[in-house]
């Protein structure tokens, strides 16, 4: 009897924190899709300041660089010939943490290609 009110105490104490779980980011290659289609109203919406917005801009080319030289358009499952993290920490490093929620927003509300 023990056990089994342990056990049961111990579901309940685990469920609401599995409840509040913030839902899952995008895949890497999902958010470099969208970095490289973000364009500047949305950052202006972020309320980007002008070095954060020239930073982006760097952020962005990069990521078109890196894109096209792994040659992505001929491979639907990744975006780059990395895993993205390096130009993924540039976009956290860039934005605050409510900019890139809004982002996170943003990309989560365009349309899979």
């Keep these: 009897m023990k056990h089994t009110l342990f056990a049961a105490l111990l579901l309940f104490a685990i ?10 980011e995008p895949s890497s290659a999902v958010l470099q899709k969208c970095l490289l289609v973000t364009p500047p109203n949305i950052w202006a919406e ?4 002008s070095d954060q917005l020239h930073r982006m801009k760097f952020v962005q080319e990069a990521c078109r660089e890196e894109c096209t030289a792994a040659g992505a358009k001929g491979d639907p499952d990744s975006i780059s010939h990395s895993d993205g993290k390096m130009v993924m920490d540039d976009v956290r490093n860039v934005l605050t943490g409510d900019q890139y929620r809004g982002w996170l927003a943003y990309c989560a509300s365009r349309p899979t290609d």
């Design 15 to 24: 469920c609401p924190v599995a409840a509040q779980q913030p839902p899952a």
């Design 46 to 49: 972020l309320k980007l300041s």
